[in-house]
């Protein structure tokens, strides 16, 4: 599989003309975005094809793996033992009736597809994914690399967010212009999210993207009203209860400028880090779980720490911190995907997927909490911090590992290489719904 975008790394971005809802929900779009792809911060990824990276016909154990790639990589069902689900699953928690929305540009062709095969392979139950279209979204072409990008990033974002919450319905919003740097394509994402959480058609959303706060007009000059402006749909979505969770980014972390990645950097948001798991064949943990070096977190210029963030005051200050929480997102470690919309690169990948992968895992995490309370738990951040404080079973700290050179070590207590920590999902999951 070629390389599929990851969060965007610094670089340049035009502004992009908000899009415009018609009366049929569907919209017309701005300018079209430079033909430039997000790559993984700190250098490309590398492609299918490479040895490290081979496309094969069906996926290999974990120690099949260790021998013959060199790096671990896992299937949803060690997933499931991994951050304890099959509690929540025996007990009829699967996300059934929960609606789960993905955000990304172009989407993939081949998706529900994809996640039949992906069904089959591991026998999850069946998952519909319904396509919104949002904007001109421009009919596929397997030889643009920025659409080919996006679709790989598609096929993580649904089939990840479905191995830990099979019975959620998946929500595919794709827009038209592709998201790059600074404001570049968002418009048209908030735009459209706006519009799912206006008709009822979201309960968690999530972003596998992420821009530099640095990347918006005006921002060296003090003015955030580039981004703040852009939020709507997010201030929108809590109040209709909808959870909105996003990508801490791949780049590391900086803990020498006040500069967070966005959308994981605002309030409203739970920003999802990024860690390293250890497990068997079985998917027992063979190690605590650690800090992904790659993992994104840092501290907002352009917001002030939030209520929720007063019990680790001691360790962001007066801004908001990131990352909240962190789920799985080692390249050494990833999991298996299946996609065809690349008729060349077609059959089974692990190869890696950052805090990518992480966001959709999260969000499916809040699904299932929604369907055990019964209702749409809103911004979640506020009962994270609460159980942080509390001690509760449900967040598991991580101690080790640290993120990139100018990052964040991971130790005891929140900090900002993993969050508040990683979740033991059924209880994070009971704990949220008895709130």
Known sequence: MPARLRLAAVAAGAFALALVPTVSGAGTAGPA????????????????????????????????????LHRACYSPLQYRT???????????????????VIVDSYG??????DLDVYDARFGLPKGQVDVVKWGQVPPFDPKNAD????????TLDVEAAHAIAPGARIVLLETGVSETEGPVGVPEMMSGINHLVNAGQADVVSMSWATSEAEFPGFDAGD????????????????????????SGDGGGDSTRLDAAWPAGDPLVT????????LNDQGART???AAWSGSGGELSKVFARPGYQDPVRSVVGAHRGTPDVSMAGSPNGALWLYSSFDPAHTGWTADGAGTSESSPLFAAVVALADQAAGHRLGVIDNDLYRLYAQHSAGIVDVTTGSTGPHGYQAGPGYDQATGVGTPDVAK?????AHR
């Open 108 to 113: 993939s062709p081949t998706v529900q597809h």
């Open 224 to 247: 955030y009203t580039s981004l703040t402006t852009l939020r709507y749909a997010f201030v929108n979505a809590a109040k209709h209860g909808v959870t909105l969770t996003a990508s």
């Open 271 to 278: 920003a999802v880090g990024g860690t390293q798991l250890s």
């Open 82 to 100: 991994a951050y304890d689900v099959d509690p929540l699953y025996r007990a009829g928690i699967t996300g059934r009736g929960r609606t789960i």
């Open 147 to 154: 659409m080919t990008g996006w679709a790989g990033e598609t």
């Open 33 to 68: 975005a430079p033909a430039v792809s997000p790559l993984l911060a700190g250098g490309p990824l590398r492609h299918a094809g490479d040895p490290g990276d081979p496309v094969l016909a069906a996926p290999i154990s974990t120690s099949a793996c260790l021998t013959q």
């Open 287 to 289: 190690a605590p779980d």
């Open 428 to 432: 994070l999951v009971r704990a949220l």
